[in-house]
């Protein structure tokens, strides 16, 4: 069976603390691993990654895929109140099936 | 319109009736995509749609659980005879064609059955 693990579950941050969210996955046919940030009840897009090393960067978030470790980390700095959400992962696999971790809960205090 | 929209919004209903979920996606996207996000879970694939045909029904959880969609457009989610534990928010998505990183969500719909 599909799965994607997030790690940790919560975390409660001050402004201006840099995080490491994470993300691991077991899959049968992964094609590609994405971000979401969901604050209200949309999720939005945040990354798609592909290929193992490289970076992408939006701003003070950035995200990177180890296929070797089946894992991906989102990394948060400067944090702002804004920053507030839950953090989605998913796995796409087959056809266009994405499979989601259980989020990990970010509070940013200030 | 401008994104994807759904109604109702949120839906209470007694348990053993059945509801209807609506989703109206971003006009001339052709996959349309059902999740399901319990209390304190991630997102649960149900069922997707490549125009009116739905090549995938896997994440279906019971055969209480129908979609169709008609017109290439608005999809609507059934869930006959609910159960309490299918209280969760339900969620639509569409993209342009079958890209993973271009699927816009909507709202949802929050479902409570007592």
């Known amino acids: 069976e599909d799965k994607v693990v997030q790690s940790p579950l919560s975390l409660v941050v001050h402004e201006g603390d840099t995080v490491t969210l994470n993300c691991s996955y077991e899959v049968t046919n992964f094609r590609s691993l994405l971000w979401y940030k969901q604050e209200k009840k949309a999720p939005t897009f945040l990354f798609m990654l592909?290929?193992?090393?490289i970076e992408k960067k939006s701003g003070r978030l950035s995200s990177i895929l180890d296929k070797k470790e089946l894992s991906s980390i989102l990394n948060i700095t400067a944090t702002q109140t804004g920053d507030s959400a839950i953090y989605l992962c998913?796995?796409?696999?087959?056809?266009?099936?994405?499979?989601f971790g259980a989020g990990t809960i970010l509070r940013v205090k200030s | 319109g401008a994104g994807v929209s759904q109604s109702p919004s949120n839906k209470v209903t007694e348990k053993g009736k059945d509801v209807e979920l609506r989703c109206d996606p971003i006009s001339g996207h052709t996959a349309l995509y059902w999740y399901r996000q319990s209390l304190g879970q991630g997102l649960e694939f149900l069922i997707y749609f490549q125009g009116n045909s739905a090549p995938d029904k896997s994440g279906l959880p019971s055969d209480r659980f129908s979609a169709e969609r008609t017109g290439g457009s608005v999809s609507t989610l059934t869930i006959q005879r609910t159960q309490q534990e299918d209280s969760a928010v339900y969620l639509c998505?569409?993209?342009?064609?079958?890209?993973?990183?271009?699927?816009?969500f909507g709202p949802g719909t929050r479902l409570t059955v007592l």
């Open positions: 998913a796995v796409e696999v087959y056809g266009n099936k994405l499979v």
């Open positions: 592909t290929s193992s090393g």
């Open positions: 998505a569409s993209s342009h064609g079958l890209a993973a990183d271009t699927q816009y």
